[in-house]
């Protein structure tokens, strides 16, 4: 069959050719996502010891600074929120939000999405894929980008595989055409105790002629094409047999995220590959200094009495006389070991240039007599970094809530009755805000006369009492969420980098702010955001008014004298 034959050759080329980037730089896909995954598993790929047998240590030094990135990217469900423009939508909004964060936690969103963020750092690259009723993260080793200099998937066809079991397969009866012929074929296997199916799902354009082929229709030509999905799978690995699947879509079915700038290919660069050179440096001089240190580590005599012991570990026993006239120890200190050293530290800084993972970003200690201010100023420029990030994966995360979370929780709405809002959801004093007001137009009549500052205290009071509850139940009408079309907006704030800036300005306000009373109200909020009780330190005894006055009038006296 026509489509069979042309994944085999797409499966071929992507595997064992390559492409030019530019000005003959050739370029492969396959074996760059393998040497990630082997750098991943912290493997060599000639095996973990050299021609001589010696152990061959990996001296990992990505994993601590993906660990770092991820950290200060710092997402969390709460970055996610449901807006709307309407007024009338206000309600709703807030029902929608306080349902979001544990919708997220339960159906296992919020897992997912920090995953990403993992994946993001690693591969500097993650694709989601739409499924049925829900979504999955793509793995990157198992996914083939067919235009490997592609901008975007767009712009290329890929092909997904993956690795079915007897009961896995047995499942698609019925919604995969030749399913029973490929499990007949696979008991044909031997030497296996159970048959595995090598399944290939091709997105992309293919033309008319092999997508009637592939339905078992006549019709079609070579020369127009389609966007569909074909599924094909076989016994053996790149060699599929039999079209399982083959129907038209409208669009792929997939989100992508990229950390890195395009630079000529789909691939953009992930933690590992670049510090692929850095690491490599690091388990050589690791490795040589590993040996080295074996050697300097034994004790070695040397004498020209050929009578003596061979071996005086072990030919001799305590209390025995050696009779030499010029048995001395040999020295095996290590050669070089101050050059691999430095070469080692100088390697190390260069990872954490390229990282960004430098003291400040890692959480270490900043070297001794580092000034605080500067220490501060270091964090917030290295943070820039990770504020980027923070944007790059909120446009990302804002598409997949979007279009493929937010329709999941709309229905989930729709078919709940009832939802309890608590404090602990961080909505119940602003429902309770709008309860209030709506208390308060409905029982204007009935209110005696009063101004704007007499509301205010009515509705306080109102908002007081309702507060001692501490959860609130709201009755959900299906036909509420009938024209509710919320959108969703992604803004990963990262409170640590904020908290730092906002320290940064209040400490440079309060530096040149003259007035004392502010001055001191400065230092106070920037103690607050800190998480410093200020009202409960102590404070100054106040200053009679006598005092105050003379400490007012003592300054122009004293001008005054001057004169």
């Known amino acids: 069959m026509t489509i069979l034959n042309t ?138 980008v067919l235009n490997q200099t592609a901008k975007t998937l767009d712009d290329s066809d890929v092909i997904e595989y993956e690795v079915m079991t007897p009961v896995d397969i047995r499942k698609k009866v019925g919604v995969w055409e030749n399913v029973e012929k490929l499990i007949e074929a696979g008991k044909k296997e031997e030497g296996k105790t159970a048959p595995e199916f090598h399944i290939y799902e091709r997105n992309g354009e293919i033309t008319t002629r092999e ?14 094409y389609l966007l569909a999905k074909v599924i094909v799978g076989g016994t053996e690995k790149d060699a599929p047999s039999e079209v399982l699947f083959c129907n038209e879509m409208t669009k792929k079915p997939y989100k992508e995220y990229h950390r890195s700038k395009y630079s000529g290919r789909w691939i ?27 050697w300097a580590s034994k004790t070695v005599f040397r004498s020209s009495d050929r009578v003596i012991a061979q071996n005086i570990m072990t030919d001799l026993v305590s209390g025995d006389v050696i009779k030499s006239v010029d048995l001395q120890q040999v020295q095996t200190r290590m050669d070089g070991f101050d050059q691999l050293i430095a070469d080692w530290n100088r390697n190390l800084q260069t990872a954490d240039s390229l990282a960004n993972s430098f003291e400040v970003v890692t959480g270490e200690s900043l070297p001794s007599g580092t000034p605080f201010r500067l220490g501060e100023r270091l964090n917030a420029n290295a943070n820039k970094l990770f504020d980027f990030l923070r944007e790059k994966l909120g446009i990302a995360f804002q598409d997949v809530v979007g279009e493929w979370i937010l329709p999941e929780l709309l229905k989930d709405l729709r078919a709940k009755t009832v939802i309890k809002l608590t404090a602990d959801s961080g909505v119940l004093t602003r429902y309770y805000e709008m309860l209030v007001e709506s208390w308060y137009v409905q029982n204007l009549v009935s209110l005696p006369p009063h101004g704007p500052e007499v509301a205010v205290l009515f509705k306080e009071a109102k908002l007081q009492e309702l507060l001692r509850n501490k959860e609130a139940t709201v009755k959900l009408e299906r036909a509420m969420w009938d024209d509710f079309k919320p959108r969703a907006t992604v803004v990963i704030t990262g409170e640590n980098v904020n908290l730092s800036a906002e320290l940064e300005d209040l400490r440079n306000f309060a530096t040149i702010e003259p007035d004392p009373v502010r001055r001191t109200a400065l230092v106070e909020i920037a103690m607050k955001k800190r998480g410093i009780d200020v009202d409960k330190l102590p404070k100054s005894p ?8 003379m400490s007012q009038t003592q300054p122009q006296r004293s001008e005054q004298e001057r004169i």
Not at 211 to 224: F, L, P, Q
Not at 270 to 287: H, K, S
């Open 7 to 144: 994944i085999k050759n797409e499966l071929e080329s992507y595997k064992n050719g390559t492409v030019e980037l530019f000005d003959g730089i050739p370029y492969s896909a396959h074996k760059l996502v393998r040497r990630i995954n082997l750098f991943k598993n912290q493997y060599y790929p000639t095996g973990k010891q050299d021609s001589q047998g010696n152990i061959k240590y990996w001296y990992d030094i990505i994993s601590p600074r993906v660990d770092a990135e991820v950290k200060n990217i710092d997402f969390d469900t709460k970055d996610i929120v449901l807006v709307s423009d309407p007024e009338e939508d206000a309600g709703k909004l807030l029902i929608a939000n306080a349902r979001l964060k544990d919708f997220l936690r339960e159906t296992g969103q919020a897992a997912k999405l920090n995953e990403s963020i993992e994946r993001g750092v690693e591969w500097g690259n993650v694709v989601w894929k739409k499924v049925k009723g829900d979504y999955q993260i793509v793995e990157l080793d198992k996914f083939m």
């Open 211 to 224: 997508y009637y082929e592939a339905k078992g229709e006549k019709g079609g030509d070579e020369k127009t």
């Open 268 to 294: 953009r660069q992930g933690m590992y590959e670049i510090l692929f050179d850095c690491q490599t440096r690091a388990n050589e001089i690791g490795n040589q200094i590993a040996r080295g240190l074996e």
């Open 542 to 549: 106040p200053q009679p008014p006598a005092a105050q006055e």
